[in-house]
């Protein structure tokens, strides 16, 4: 998994998959963008304006859960 935020385009993407091609994209709110594989896997997730949509866009924390 990888997350990235770009400040120039203001986008979080979310790479929930490497390797795997998109072959459907949906945008259920808007500036939401998921990206599906061929058998409708979630590869990725897009968020535009992020800097108005997630708290420290540019701050990005992990954590596992035990």
């Known amino acids: 998994m990888k997350a990235s935020y770009d400040p120039h385009t203001d986008t979080l993407t979310v790479v929930l998959k490497t390797g795997t091609t998109v072959a459907e994209s949906d945008e259920p709110r808007p500036g939401i963008?998921?990206?599906?594989?061929?058998?409708?896997?979630?590869?990725?997730i897009?968020?535009?304006?992020?800097?108005?949509?997630?708290t420290e866009a540019d701050r990005i924390e992990f954590q596992t859960v035990e």
Request: net charge negative; glycine share 0%; no cysteine.
């Open 46 to 54: 897009e968020v535009l304006d992020a800097s108005r949509r997630v």
């Open 33 to 44: 963008i998921l990206d599906f594989d061929t058998v409708w896997d979630l590869v990725s």
